[in-house]
Structures are given as C-alpha cells and as structure tokens.
C-alpha cells in the first residue's frame, strides 16, 4: 500500500424494526487534494484573530483546550459553500505540517451558518501558522444497492 489509505465508518438505519427496504441509495461526499484560496493566520502569543474567508466564512479564533490541545475555530456560510470543505494545516515552529478532519456543526438541510473547529494533538505555543483553504467536495452514488434479509 501507498500510506494513503483511509477508513470512514458510518452506521445508519434505513427504517425502523421490520421496516427495512430491500435497496437503498448511497452516497458519498468527500473532499481529496490540495487546499485552494489559502490563507495563513500567524500564531501571535496574545492576541486575537478574526478575518473573512472564501464564501462568506469567517474565522472565529484559535487557542488550546483544556487537554493541551491546540485549535482553530471557523464559520462558514453553509449555502455559498455547498460545494466546498475548509481544510487546515497547521504548521509547526520546527516545520512539520499537520493535517486533521474537522468536526462540523449547522443545519443538516445546508442552510444558516455551518460550525467547523480542527484540533490537533500539539500545545498552541508549538504552532507557527495555521494554513486554512477549501477543497472541492466530490460525491460518489450507489443506486439500488441490495440489502441482506
């Protein structure tokens, strides 16, 4: 293998008790590839961040949780960014670059504002900048898949 391989597990109910169709559609969303439209925020000990991104996002601010674990908080306009994911890296005082999934938060029709806060498993004081862009989000669907009695 190449080192690039993923796993995303999901468990969902297609009905309830007795009530389970015999096919379902599936469809996955995902986003794969470089950031675009990137934007650097500088780590200055102190201080607070604010500034607008792609699609009428905005980020919220970064700091470290009660776990010593450093964040970055961002808000995005769910229907401008449909079709688009922000992705963060945050890069470290000796280089590294580190990559972590966000978590989001929003209305479940893409509607309001959409929540997205990325961790990472280093103290704040370790980072230099964090690197915030978007990706393309791609979908992928299964029509008629069977399921098993």
Same mark, same amino acid.
């Given at each position: 293998?190449?080192?690039?391989?993923?796993? !995303?597990?999901? %468990?969902?109910? /297609?009905? #309830?008790?007795?009530?389970?169709?015999?096919? *379902?559609?599936?469809? !996955?969303?995902? %986003?794969?590839? /470089?950031? #675009?439209?990137?934007?650097?925020?500088?780590? *200055?000990?102190?201080?607070?961040?604010?500034?607008?991104?792609?699609?009428?996002?905005?980020?919220?601010?970064?700091?470290?949780?009660?776990?010593?674990?450093?964040f970055i908080a961002l808000a995005a306009n769910a229907e401008k960014m449909k079709d688009r994911q922000f992705g963060v890296?945050?890069?470290?005082?000796?280089?590294?670059?580190?990559?972590t999934g966000g978590s989001l938060a929003g209305n479940s029709d893409g509607t309001g504002v959409r929540a997205e806060k990325f961790q990472f498993d280093v103290q704040l004081n370790e980072i230099a900048k964090f690197r915030i862009g978007t990706r393309p989000i791609r979908t992928v669907e299964?029509?008629?898949?069977v399921l098993p009695n």
């Open positions: 293998a190449d080192g690039n391989l993923a796993w !995303l597990t999901r %468990t969902l109910s /297609p009905g #309830e008790g007795t009530n389970i169709p015999p096919r *379902v559609r599936v469809k !996955l969303r995902y %986003t794969i590839g /470089p950031l #675009e439209k990137i934007k650097d925020v500088e780590v *200055v000990p102190k201080t607070s961040h604010s500034m607008s991104l792609e699609g009428g996002g905005q980020l919220n601010g970064f700091g470290q949780n009660v776990d010593g674990k450093a890296v945050a890069v470290t005082k000796d280089g590294r670059e580190l990559i299964w029509k008629d898949v």
